[in-house]
């Protein structure tokens, strides 16, 4: 996919007495960059009818959508084994280790 | 950077966990995951993400006081920063950064399950990195937790790339540091 697409979604917005209908909908943003997965679709967003790009209310739903595709994107899972073994790796190594203050230049 | 020696940004799931596969069924990992090409390529840039470098420097920190300070000598390091900023003039952008590596010994010394664990790649913070070829027979791993930022100047000269990672070891880690930046807390569920 050579281009960036964001969506815009019109989830009942209302306008005056009139509610629009609910919509998704794709729009180029950009043509440089990386792009998006070919099977992943971007979060939708709110066009407010001013041009500004908003989230749709609560982050949650955005947060869930990002975190399943990195997961998805990452392949690769984490185990709690593998997890305790690294970060005991990591602290062994540091652990008693003092942090040295820098030596200060001195001033002519 | 030249076109013919970019890799692709991102993969779709099966490229990536064929890649995984591949880097899981090595008997010899380290062979699988290092390049063995001249790593002074003029198409690419003196320094590339996934390189190891060695520079004997203290790993700079902020302290329990807040004070900035170094921590032990560190001798090789793991480069974190984006390849396509490498390539950018040095004026525009000045610095990279790089993860210290922590040397866990021989195999020996690590126990055969142990290393078979770390192998697996199925931790956040950290990164297992074989040994290279023209190295020693240690195995190292890459702390994600204490980044660094390396003025470009000392690449090259100071800083000196020592091993370059092949195209699937390198998706391998941009996935790892994908994983680890934007892991799930679960504080909006």
Not at chain 1, 40 to 47: C, D, G, I, L, Q
Not at chain 1, 73 to 79: D, E, S
Not at chain 2, 114 to 129: E, H, I, K, N, W
Request: charged share 25%; proline share 7%; aromatic share 6%.
């Amino acid at each position: 996919m050579a281009e960036k697409l964001m969506a815009s979604g019109y989830a009942g917005l209302t306008v005056g007495e009139t509610r629009m209908p609910q919509r998704i909908g794709y729009s180029i943003t950009g043509s440089a960059g990386t792009p998006l997965p070919s099977d992943v679709r971007p979060a939708p967003v709110f066009e407010t009818g001013t041009g500004r790009l908003e989230p749709i209310p609560g982050p949650a739903e955005v947060v869930r959508t990002a975190g399943t595709l990195i997961r998805e994107a990452a392949v690769l899972p984490t185990t709690e084994e593998g997890n305790e073994l690294v970060d005991e790796l990591l602290s062994k190594h540091t652990q008693g280790l003092v942090v040295r203050p820098l030596e200060r230049r001195l001033k002519k | 950077m030249a076109d013919e020696g970019r890799w692709p940004p991102v993969y779709d799931f099966g490229e990536l966990a064929e890649y995984i596969q591949i880097l899981a069924r090595a008997d010899d990992l380290a062979a699988t995951f290092w390049s063995l090409a001249e790593l002074r390529d003029e198409r690419l840039p003196a320094m590339c993400q996934g390189d190891v470098v060695e520079l004997v420097a203290g790993a700079p920190v902020l302290g329990e006081d807040g004070q900035p300070g170094v921590l032990e000598d560190v001798e090789h390091w793991l480069v974190i920063g984006n390849t396509c900023d490498l390539d950018r003039p040095i004026d525009k952008v000045p610095w990279t950064q790089l993860v210290p590596l922590v040397d866990l010994g021989s195999a020996e010394e690590l126990d055969a399950s142990r290393l078979s664990q770390l192998m697996r790649y199925d931790a956040y913070r950290g990164f297992y990195v074989p040994p290279w070829p023209g190295g020693d027979d240690h195995h190292r791993l890459a702390d994600f937790l204490r980044p660094v930022a390396l003025h470009r100047g000392a690449v090259g000269t100071l800083a000196k790339s020592v091993a370059r990672m092949r195209e699937h070891s390198w998706v391998l880690l941009h996935s790892c540091l994908v994983r680890f930046l934007a892991q799930d807390d679960g504080r909006h569920d």
